[in-house]
């Protein structure tokens, strides 16, 4: 009996020692991937890490100071990563399970990790490496160390593919070999992935469905050509109901283990819709249509509809009526009442009546919900044909056989002038072939992105853009006059004309490019006149890269401190008196003047007195930031309801401070909406886009 009682008082004692020590656990957030660390040395040249390098990606993903990082070390055939290296001594090799820190007062110190390429390897090396902020958040980085050789020609260009959502896209190897031999003239060996995020979707190994699949792919597995694992059986697999552009960087590797980048970009289509189209007259009414309402339920939610509640539309656009005959209604819909598919009231009852010499389109959000009780978004947009009124012709010189670039401003001036508002977009009506063609995105007669279409919008200052437009005319033609109708920011619309003449000797011509960066090439025509004038007036400045040329990057992202600057410039805001700043931004950092003033101003107001410079900032920052600083420099643009925003998908992520400069911005034309009728307010804005903004507000 004693034995008995000594055994339980055993396992009593083991159970509490276990639970006692029990380790706490700490749930952090995961972020996305860090901008590339990049370094050049020469075959058998130590380069040494600089934890400056790895605190600022860790400051630009996460806002937080640098802890530690891990790296997965490189092949053997590549070089060898050494802690505390010193002319062929070492402490010791780096290991994939040590921790290496910022601070130095750590036993293992980042700024004694140095790589030191293997004798006879000359090529680019990718180290990765996961990073740990103050606070415990992890993300993925890494490291590009460029061995003996000039990095310009070692980027292929992107693979392009567009699937729908629904689909699945399998790699074909021989696309990832023919880039392989246009760069390096060798057949490829093999690829590794950095990983997509898995809000956007997955990549498998032999894929057949969600639960059918060998593996994920692995980061560090290399995919071959012609071996297994094989290249041809990697899948890239959308996450459901995601819609939108996914890039997924790789390194690859020829047989002579020369490497080179790039980047697979994989274009997802919605195959969902939740708008619902009419089209009237400006004498008509119309009623909707409730099974309009189910489809788009029984699609996004694969559930009967229940019932719809509308946002109303604008008096001067028109009104909502329930039960509606010739003048005569039962009531006007409100807005917080529920609109039923087979109950009263029926959703079947509910009419729009145009305003009166309103012409245009009218955009009603509504949100359905299905018998389960989950609920959707949706759109009713309504297209009113009236008497429209005229703009002001704009007129173009042609030479023939010369392209004519349209210039978004012009038509922006004169929708302004007719309808004291900014243009949003405008839609062609096509000449006749003899007479020329409309293209978007024109080199040469032989590469063009596409023809002008009819039924797309080209907006101002959004994609696709409106200054990518081109007229080439016929051979032969004197000119000609193309019709258009545009639409404002509020979805009145007008009519318009370009008046071309075509004269003189014909000349050979391309598209736009910056005089000053090397980098903003006719791929971004659409932005080389913002970024061009504010280099002239020495808002913007590039930076000078190794080849000796300049270079803007207008495709990074800016960081908050840059922005900061550029409106301090553009705008002439006053040098801050007091000598206070936030207590991350460095004195002597080429920002410090712009942010210090922001704060004094209450421009820049930050978080726990920290301004994050070296963080990449958002869409919405960026528009509360830069109607802040022009209300304190007097130029400032009228307030707008916030109601107006109801028309983008995406309003419901807005956050509650940046609506009100959101709207405001979007009223003045300054910011407009994208193709896809998103703000976007959490993604990260890159400097073309950013000067695109500043020159806005500036001119």
């Known amino acids: 009996m004693q034995e008995i009682i000594n055994k339980k008082i055993a396992f009593i004692m083991i159970l509490f020692i276990t639970v006692l020590f029990i380790p706490n656990v700490s749930y952090a957030a995961t972020y996305d991937d860090a901008d590339t660390i990049t370094y050049e040395t020469d075959a058998e040249e130590a380069v040494t890490f600089k934890r400056a390098d790895f605190d600022d990606a860790c400051n630009d993903v996460t806002g937080e100071d640098l802890d530690y990082v891990k790296f997965d070390l490189p092949d053997d055939d590549d070089g060898m990563l050494y802690y505390d290296y010193d002319d062929g001594d070492y402490a010791s090799k780096v290991s994939a399970s040590t921790k290496y820190y910022y601070d130095s007062s750590n036993s293992r110190y980042l700024s004694k990790v140095t790589f030191l390429p293997d004798e006879d390897f000359e090529g680019t090396v990718y180290i990765d490496y996961t990073g740990y902020d103050e606070d415990g958040n992890d993300y993925e980085g890494r490291v590009k160390i460029i061995v003996g050789e000039d990095d310009e020609d070692d980027t292929a260009e992107d693979l392009t593919y567009t699937i729908d959502g629904d689909d699945e896209l399998e790699f074909d190897e021989d696309d990832f070999n023919d880039v392989c031999e246009e760069l390096n003239d060798e057949d490829l060996d093999y690829v590794k992935f950095t990983l997509p995020s898995s809000s956007a979707g997955t990549l498998y190994y032999n894929y057949s469905s969600d639960d059918n699949y060998d593996s994920k792919v692995s980061a560090s597995t290399k995919y071959y050509y012609d071996g297994s694992p094989y290249l041809s059986r990697v899948s890239f697999v959308p996450k459901d109901n995601y819609s939108g552009t996914v890039t997924i960087k790789y390194a690859g590797y020829d047989e002579d283990d020369n490497s080179f980048t790039g980047k697979v970009k994989i274009s997802i289509e919605d195959t969902s819709t939740s708008e619902i189209a009419y089209t009237i007259d400006d004498d008509e009414t119309v009623t909707f249509d409730e099974d309009d309402f189910y489809d788009i339920c029984d699609g996004l939610n694969d559930e009967p509809l229940d019932y719809v509640t509308f946002t109303l539309p604008s008096d001067t656009k028109g009104v909502l009526y329930y039960d509606y005959d010739d003048g005569d209604y039962d009531s006007k819909v409100t807005a917080a009442k529920k609109y039923y598919y087979d109950d009263s009231p029926y959703l079947s009852k509910v009419t729009f009546d145009p305003a009166s010499k309103f012409s245009g389109i009218c955009t009603i959000n509504f949100k359905g919900y299905d018998t389960d009780g989950a609920a959707f978004n949706g759109t009713v947009e309504i297209t009113v044909n009236g008497d429209l009124l005229t703009a002001n012709s704009i007129a173009y010189s042609a030479i023939p056989g010369s392209p004519v670039y349209f210039k978004e401003d012009d038509f922006n001036n004169v929708c302004k002038k007719l309808k004291d508002n900014n243009l949003s977009y405008v839609k062609f009506k096509l000449p006749s072939t003899s007479s020329g063609k409309l293209y978007y995105g024109y080199t040469s007669a032989t590469k063009y992105t596409s023809e002008v279409s009819a039924t797309t919008k080209y907006y101002y200052g959004s994609t696709p853009f409106l200054l990518n437009v081109v007229y080439v005319p016929g051979s032969g033609t004197a000119g000609t006059t193309i019709d258009y109708t545009g639409y404002d920011t509020d979805g009145f619309a007008f009519s318009g004309k370009v008046q071309i003449t075509v004269s003189g000797t014909a000349v050979n011509p391309t598209l736009k490019k910056s005089q000053y960066y090397g980098d903003v090439d006719e791929a971004y025509s659409w932005a080389v006149d913002y970024i061009d004038t504010l280099s002239q007036n020495g808002i913007i400045t590039g930076s000078t890269g190794l080849d000796g040329k300049k270079y803007f990057y207008p495709a990074a992202k800016i960081k908050r401190g840059e922005f900061m600057l550029l409106l301090y410039k553009a705008l002439n805001l006053p040098a801050s008196t007091s000598t206070g ?49 022009m209300n304190k420099s007097g130029s400032g643009v009228a307030a707008a309801d916030t109601n107006t925003l109801s028309v983008y998908s995406d309003k419901n992520i807005i956050s509650d401070y940046a609506k009100d400069s959101i709207a405001a911005l979007i009223k003045a034309g300054i910011i407009t909406g994208s193709d896809d009728n998103k703000i976007h307010p959490m993604e990260s804005i890159t400097r073309a886009e950013a000067a695109a903004i500043i020159y806005r507000i500036k001119y």
């Open 581 to 629: 700043n936030f207590s991350d931004v460095v004195k002597g950092e080429y920002y410090y003047d712009a942010i210090a003033a922001a704060k004094s101003l209450g421009i820049a107001q930050g978080s726990e007195n920290k301004f994050y410079p070296n963080a990449s900032i958002t869409r919405e920052d960026t528009m509360v930031l830069a109607l802040r600083a």
